[in-house]
């Protein structure tokens, strides 16, 4: 198993502070989210796992209505890649993305996700031991969003 993916994978168990930005591209509108992500591991015996529940307030409307939101997805370490796999809703189980790091490990791109008649494209990007982000293209029929999230790791 690479190294320097074992270690990434392996400091994403924790209390990250997420805050989130959604352009929709088609109305030029743009949404913000703030909450708390936890990576952690289920089963001691098995370091190749570990859950990540979200959870958080979404502002729409210029902040004038607010949505509570919550997600779950399972992270898996493979040889050279680690997979995100659904853990809520109808498709729990299924895989969402498998990302590929880039030669130097601070970029992972992922494979592409069809949801019904949208395609999910993402990049993540590591910045530090204690910041890593998000982006996603989400583009459909009647769709076409710019998603960005930012991590922040807890100390505490």
């Known amino acids: 198993m690479n190294n320097k993916l074992n270690n990434i994978f392996q400091n994403l168990e ?11 591209v088609i ?3 743009t949404e913000t ?3 708390v ?17 979200e959870k958080g307030r979404l502002s729409i409307q210029n902040g004038q209505k607010h949505i509570n939101f ?23 189980g299924k895989l969402f993305q498998t990302l590929f790091p880039n030669d130097d490990m601070n970029d992972f791109n992922s494979t592409e996700h069809i949801c019904r008649l949208d395609k ?19 583009k459909g029929p009647n769709s076409d969003l710019k998603i960005k999230t930012h991590y922040v790791k807890n100390n505490n």
Do not use: C, M, P
């Not at 992500?37 to 529940?53: G, Q, R, S, V």
């Not at 990049?123 to 989400?138: A, G, R, W």
């Open 14 to 24: 924790g209390v990250w502070t997420l805050n989130r930005t959604i352009l929709n």
């Open 27 to 29: 109305d030029n509108n």
């Open 33 to 35: 989210a703030e909450g």
């Open 37 to 53: 992500a936890i990576f952690f591991n289920k089963n001691l015996n098995d370091l190749t796992t570990l859950n990540y529940e």
């Open 70 to 92: 919550n997600r779950k997805y399972i992270y898996r370490l493979k040889e050279e890649s680690i997979d995100i796999i659904l853990d809520d809703g109808v498709t729990k």
């Open 120 to 138: 999910h494209n993402g990049k993540h990007i590591i910045h530090n031991e204690s910041s890593f982000s998000n982006e996603y293209t989400v």
